[in-house]
C-alpha cells in the first residue's frame, strides 16, 4: 500500500514544491513502515538526472509518463493518465501541491476514482492502529484546526499547502528504479491510458502574468506591511528597503482591503504561504490567518508599538517602537553599509 506524491514540472524543470511534497510523505511512509513511496511525474523532456533527484530527495521510486503532448498541464488529459495509474497501482494515500494545477487535478481525479480529497492541509499524520491519513486544515475562517480521515474509501486524497514543509536535504546515496511510461504503453492487466484524440482541449502555451505580479513563495526576503502604515504611499518605503535586500514587498490581508497594494501581496490563510529566510512584518498585529502563512519562515523579525502584539510573541526579534522610525534607521543604516 503504497503514498503517491504528484511531482510538478514546467518547461522540463522540477518545481520546488516537489520535494516539499516527498518531505511530508517520507515522514509518512516511515510511520507507517512497510510500502513505497513514489514520485509520480506526467509531463515532457524531464531528464533522468531530475528525475533522480526525485530519489535523492526521499523518493523510494519515480513512475513518469512522458510525451510532448503533455508539455503544459491539462487537466483532462493529465486526470486520465493519472486514473488510469492509480486504477493499475492502487496506492493508499495521494498527496499533491495546493497550486493552481494540485487544486485543479485532484478534485477532478478524486471524483472518477470515487476517493475523498481534503484540500488545503497543513498538517498530515498516521493515525496509530488503523494506519489511516490524519489530514489537518484550518476550518471556520482559520478559527479552528480540523482533522479529517477517510476510513471507508481509498486512495486517501489531500493536498498540502506550498511551503508548509522543507525539502529533505539531497542524498545521494539513495536509490530508486524510475519506472518510464509513453502514452501507448499498456499495463500488465492490457489495460492502458486513454486515448487524447477526443479531447476538446489543447494547451498551446503559457504566458506569465505581469502585472500585479509578486513571486513571494520563492523570495528569500520578505518585508511586509499591515494596517500599522496607516496609508498606501507609505509601502514605498517598505518597497525601497526590500529592493535593497533583494526581497520581495508582503502585506497583510487588512493592508490589501484597503487598497494599498495588489492582493498578490498578501501573505496568509487566503494568501500566499511564505517561507523566506528572512520574514518582517511591519505594523502588522500578528492575527491567526497571518500567522498561518509565516510559520516556515527561517526568521521573523516584527517590528510594533504595541508590545503585546501576537507577531512580537512568536518573532526571533521583536522591535517594539514606531515603525516609520525605526524603518527610517533601516534604511539608513543600508544605505551606509552601500547595500
Ligand atoms: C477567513 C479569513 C481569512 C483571512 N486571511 C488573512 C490572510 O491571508 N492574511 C492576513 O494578513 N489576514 C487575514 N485575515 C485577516 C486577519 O484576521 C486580520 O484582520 C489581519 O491580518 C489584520 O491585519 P493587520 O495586522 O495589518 O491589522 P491590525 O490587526 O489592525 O494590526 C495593525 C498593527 O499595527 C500596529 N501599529 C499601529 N501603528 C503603528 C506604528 N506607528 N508603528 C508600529 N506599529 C503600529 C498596531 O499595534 C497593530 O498591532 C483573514 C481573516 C479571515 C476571517
Known amino acids: 500500500m503504497n503514498i503517491w506524491t504528484l511531482a510538478e514540472q514546467h518547461e522540463g524543470k522540477l518545481k520546488t514544491v516537489s520535494f516539499e511534497l516527498l518531505s511530508w510523505g517520507r515522514n509518512l511512509a516511515d510511520k507507517r513502515g512497510g510500502g513505497k513511496l513514489t514520485s509520480i511525474l506526467i509531463g515532457s523532456g524531464v531528464k533522468e538526472e531530475t528525475l533522480k533527484e526525485l530519489i535523492h530527495r526521499g523518493a523510494d521510486e519515480v513512475i513518469t509518463?512522458?510525451?510532448?503532448?503533455?508539455?503544459?498541464?491539462?487537466?483532462k488529459t493529465y486526470s486520465g493518465i493519472l486514473e488510469a495509474l492509480?486504477?493499475?497501482?492502487?496506492?493508499?494515500?495521494?498527496?499533491?501541491?495546493?497550486?493552481?494545477t494540485g487544486r485543479t487535478l485532484m478534485p477532478y481525479t478524486a471524483v472518477k476514482v470515487h476517493a475523498g480529497l481534503t484540500a488545503d492541509c497543513t498538517g498530515l499524520e498516521i493515525e496509530d492502529g488503523t494506519g489511516n491519513l490524519l489530514q489537518t486544515r484550518p476550518a471556520i475562517g482559520g478559527n479552528i484546526m480540523a482533522t479529517i480521515k477517510t476510513p471507508d474509501h481509498r486512495p486517501q486524497m489531500a493536498t498540502v499547502?506550498?511551503?508548509?514543509?522543507?525539502?529533505?536535504?539531497?542524498?545521494?546515496?539513495?536509490?530508486?528504479?524510475?519506472?518510464r511510461f509513453t502514452l501507448k504503453d499498456k499495463f500488465p492487466d492490457g489495460t492502458g491510458f486513454p486515448s487524447q484524440k477526443k479531447d476538446r482541449t489543447i494547451v498551446r502555451g503559457y504566458r506569465r502574468e505581469e502585472t500585479g505580479f509578486a513571486n513571494l513563495e520563492e523570495a528569500e526576503v520578505i518585508i511586509s506591511g499591515g494596517r500599522g502604515l496607516k496609508k498606501g504611499e507609505n509601502f514605498g518605503i517598505?518597497?525601497?528597503?526590500?529592493?535593497?535586500?533583494?526581497?520581495?514587498?508582503?502585506?497583510?490581508?487588512?493592508?490589501?482591503?484597503r487598497g494599498w497594494i495588489s492582493y498578490p501581496h498578501q501573505v496568509g490563510l487566503s494568501g500566499k504561504t511564505v517561507s523566506p529566510r528572512l520574514y518582517m512584518g511591519v505594523g502588522i498585529s500578528g492575527a491567526i490567518q497571518h500567522l498561518a502563512g509565516i510559520k516556515t519562515s527561517e526568521t521573523i523579525v516584527s517590528i510594533n508599538n504595541d508590545p503585546e502584539a501576537s507577531l512580537h510573541k512568536i518573532a526571533d526579534l521583536a522591535i517594539v517602537g514606531d515603525a516609520f522610525e525605526v524603518l527610517g534607521e533601516l534604511r539608513k543604516r543600508l544605505k551606509q553599509t552601500g547595500a
Not at 65 to 75: I, M, N, S
Not at 86 to 100: G, K, N, R
Not at 238 to 257: H, P
Request: charged residues 30%; hydrophobic residues 35%; contains cysteine.
Open 65 to 75: 509518463v512522458q510525451d510532448e503532448t503533455l508539455r503544459y498541464f491539462c487537466c
Open 161 to 179: 499547502r506550498p511551503r508548509s514543509s522543507r525539502p529533505l536535504k539531497e542524498d545521494h546515496k539513495r536509490e530508486g528504479a524510475i519506472i
Open 86 to 100: 492509480i486504477y493499475s497501482y492502487e496506492p493508499a494515500i495521494i498527496l499533491a501541491a495546493a497550486t493552481s
Open 238 to 257: 517598505i518597497q525601497e528597503i526590500a529592493k535593497s535586500l533583494g526581497g520581495e514587498v508582503g502585506a497583510s490581508r487588512d493592508a490589501v482591503d
